[in-house]
């Protein structure tokens, strides 16, 4: 027998900000500075953009013969607060990530001298998976880019926007990829080190009410301000559903629901207080 999803969803609001962010997909506009490998002409969005989709960059990482095939690192047992005080102490430090895609590599980027750099991380940690890499941007710079973009942006249409240390970009979230916004986002910083993210408008629901049912699922309940973030439930009986209902906090009767076709799914939505968009 077949039976149907009666789903329930909760949402509470998790307090937060949505203009920072410390890893996200990026690209470098300008070529990379020596010892670094980057995607310089990344893939743009369909129709000739200028900005480029934040998922075709590629990240920043050294030249394939500086990796060796050992150490590799497999949780967080990397030196990195080591090699990040021998870093600071450098002149053109910049930043320091862990390359997961490299056995867990420490990345250390400098915006000057990173072959000496580099040197020096093989002579006075031999055993360390670390390299060195050049870029030609700052942190400065990239801080004062997305201060930019909020006061640009934000006023045009809800935006957050993150500083990609990886990438070496400003990335910017649209919401969704609709030409205005992208035209937006291209008039106040083409050329410059930005990429866009949103939802493609085909997988976006249209605005205005919505389905309360469909092809095997109805909607029991949608209340706001109750249960908690990130959590699903599951009753099959009327006591597990008085009891998810309970537990949820939900107000009112539980509507009801039979239990030889149906099946009762709870969704503990979560949207961040500062992001009203999403």
């Keep these: ?69 050992t150490p590799i690192y497999v949780a967080n047992e990397m030196p990195v607060d080591e090699i990040r005080a021998w870093a600071a102490a450098r ?13 867990g590599w420490i990345t250390v980027a400098f915006s000057r001298d990173a072959d000496a750099r580099q040197a020096e991380l ?17 942190t400065a710079e990239l801080e004062e880019l997305q201060r930019r973009v909020t006061q640009e942006i934000a006023p045009l249409f809800p935006v957050n926007s993150w500083t990609s240390v990886t990438q070496g970009v400003v990335g910017i979230g649209i919401g969704v990829l609709e030409a205005d916004r992208i035209a937006a986002v291209e008039e106040h910083f083409a050329g410059e080190r930005v990429c866009i993210e949103g939802a493609d408008p085909a997988d976006v629901p249209a605005e205005g009410p919505q389905a309360q049912q469909g092809d095997g699922w109805r909607l029991l309940a949608d ?11 599951i009753a099959t009986d009327r006591a597990s559903y008085q009891a998810l209902w309970t537990q949820i906090g939900l107000r009112g009767e539980p509507p009801l629901v ?4 149906e099946v009762v799914v709870w969704f503990g939505a979560v949207f961040g207080s500062s992001c009203p968009h999403l």
Excluded: H, N
């Design 122 to 138: 093989e002579k006075q940690f031999p055993e360390v998976g670390a390299v060195a890499v050049g870029v030609d941007w700052t």
């Design 1 to 69: 027998m077949r039976q149907a999803v009666v789903a329930i969803c909760s949402i509470a609001l998790l307090a937060g900000a949505c203009t920072q962010g410390i890893e996200a997909p990026g690209v470098s506009s300008a070529p990379p500075a020596t010892g670094a490998t980057a995607s310089v002409e990344p893939t743009g969005i369909s129709g000739g953009s200028r900005i480029p989709l934040c998922e075709s960059v590629e990240p920043i990482s050294a030249p394939a013969e500086r990796y060796r095939d």
């Design 91 to 103: 002149p053109g430090f910049e930043d320091i990530w862990i390359d997961r895609d490299q056995a």
């Design 258 to 261: 039979d239990f030889e076709s």
């Design 223 to 233: 209340q706001q301000g109750v249960g908690q973030t990130y959590r699903t439930g």
